[in-house]
């Protein structure tokens, strides 16, 4: 998802509760809090010796360590927050919007979006996790299956080798 498709999101579901999913079953906490905007700008080698680059909006949610009942945030307050941000900070409404969220069961970790469900009073907002990719695989002449079952075996992927 793109910075600027979550800010229609929010913009079009403004009085209902924003939720967010993540591991397939389990909600974060929803007295969560937004507590930092990152606007990263990714400059990237593979193992291949291609460059690449883009830009990640990323929004970190914390979990408090206690859950009173309060309400959760609704998508409008959610909106109010980042477009304060976005006034100190100009955001690049093209790049690619992940969370950043962790608690002591889930590791901290990037993740983008999977889907939005949108019910009547509220919306979830559900994250997936990202899998570590060789985007030189065609260098090695490797598919990312075989990379996953071969990579310790296999010599032909070898430093020199013109591939990882």
Known sequence: MK??????????????????????????????????????????????????????????LLEPATYNGEPAMSCDKATEILSKVGKMAAYDLDAIVKFEYGNNTFHTAHLPVDQVLVGDDKIIIQLSTDTT????????????????????????????????
């Not at 929010?10 to 924003?18: Q, V």
């Not at 079953?25 to 291949?48: F, P, R």
């Open 133 to 164: 990719q060789c985007k030189a695989a065609d260098a090695c002449g490797l598919t990312l299956d075989e990379l996953v079952t071969t990579e310790a075996t296999d010599s032909s992927c070898t430093p020199g080798g013109g591939c990882c």
């Open 3 to 60: 910075t600027n498709e979550l800010f229609t999101i929010l913009e079009e579901n403004n009085n209902k509760a924003l939720l967010f999913g993540y591991n397939n079953t389990q909600l974060v906490a929803q007295n969560y809090h937004i507590t930092e905007v990152k606007h990263t700008a990714i400059k990237a080698v593979d193992c291949g010796g291609s460059m690449d680059q883009w830009n990640e909006t990323i929004i970190q």
